[in-house]
């Protein structure tokens, strides 16, 4: 039995879009979370292509410690809606949901939420953060490092441009495929491929990289890498590569095709979608303007856990650096993990520890 099989699953349509949120909650959720006004409350963030179960691996590790866990499937997953206009996969829209349902189960007006998100579920606890920074009292993310609010619009052609001059390789190639109209439906046909990329193990054959695994970069930082992969055309045709040995891993695989042959990849693309089209660009303007007492609303006033990954070549953990820089994450602490950019599947285990240290040090509890 999954050990979120004992969570009581909800689902609540959201203003003013009618969008349907799935969600999880703890066992006894509203006695524990209504026991003490102080206690914090762990909401917990997926990315992409995942759904709320992608924190099954962490729940034996961070449970006990007492925390009330939310735990909802965002746009695009599980059993939440899955528009397919960009627009609704807007930063802005979705944390407000998200507080719509915290309201929902009686927890408006309390500074009491400590976002914990992973990949693109990290990018919305970010935002979490920054548009009700009041219900807020902690700030953990995995993978994507603190993407400091810029007014400027996003262009993927100058971010690869400049970030192969940077880093060597072009960082978002491959939403060259993720934005292309037939990638949804190509992905699709070829789910078990798509599942290779994702969780490959590829060891460099050159002498200076000692062996590191470099399948993210081959396959996400490298032009036309992830379509030829998964249309088995190409470079990549006929050759299969070898996984990661995760905990479960044939269980988790299964679950993968199983879950998106039936949801498809049309509304989980338009996360790119929105960020490439700038859905979110005003939004943005406007956490770069001076707040109503002068303050930077870009800063990150609470305590701050970033958890990046070695083995993670498009979240890099360099990429921390420009947040610090700027002071804007003044209590931040950082978390590096031997592994992969899909940690929680990889080493759960390490994950749950690394974020359970930290919240018991900073917030701690009495059970």
Avoid at 63 to 72: K, V
Avoid at 294 to 308: A, N, T
Wanted: with cysteine.
């Amino acid at each position: 039995m999954n050990f979120m099989d004992n969570f009581t699953h909800r689902s609540l349509i959201t203003d003013p879009y009618k969008l349907t949120y799935s969600y999880y909650l703890s066992p006894n959720f509203s006695e524990q979370a209504k026991s003490s006004l102080d206690i914090p409350i762990l909401l917990l963030l997926h990315g992409f292509p995942d759904d709320a179960r992608m924190w099954a691996g962490a729940i034996p590790t961070l449970l006990p410690l007492g925390y009330p866990l939310f735990i909802p499937d965002l746009l695009g997953f599980g059993g939440s809606s899955k528009p397919t206009d960009p627009y609704r996969y807007n930063y802005k829209q979705q944390a407000n949901s998200l507080a719509r349902i915290l309201d929902a189960e009686g927890l408006s007006n309390q500074r009491r939420i400590i976002p914990i998100g992973h990949d693109w579920g990290s990018g919305t606890a970010q935002r979490f953060y920054l548009y009700h920074p009041n219900r807020c009292i902690g700030l953990c993310i995995l993978s994507l490092a603190y993407q400091v609010p810029t007014p400027s619009p996003f262009s993927l052609w100058t971010a690869n441009h400049e970030t192969a001059k940077q880093f060597g390789y072009p960082q978002w190639s491959y939403w060259e495929f993720f934005t292309a109209p037939d990638a949804p439906e190509l992905t699709r046909q070829n789910l078990e491929r798509f599942w290779e990329v994702n969780n490959g193990n590829y060891p460099s054959a050159l002498p200076e990289e000692k062996g590191r695994d470099i399948w993210m970069r081959e396959m996400f930082c490298t032009k036309n890498a992830m379509r030829e992969y998964i249309t088995n055309t190409g470079r990549w045709k006929d050759k299969r590569v070898g996984l990661k040995d995760y905990p479960g891993g044939e269980k988790l695989k299964q679950r993968f095709i199983e879950r998106l042959s039936r949801d498809g990849l049309e509304g989980p693309v338009c996360y790119y979608l929105s960020l490439a089209n700038n859905t979110m660009l005003e939004d943005e303007r406007e956490l770069c303007r001076p707040g109503p007492n002068g303050e930077d609303l870009r800063r990150i006033e609470v305590p701050f856990l970033y958890v990046g990954q070695t083995g993670d070549w498009v979240c890099r953990t360099d990429l921390m650096v420009p947040a610090k820089d700027k002071e804007l994450v003044p209590d931040c602490e950082e978390k590096v993990l031997e592994a992969g950019h899909w940690c929680l599947y990889e080493c759960p285990d390490k994950v749950a520890e690394a974020i359970s240290e930290w919240l018991v040090r900073r917030f701690p509890v009495d059970k």
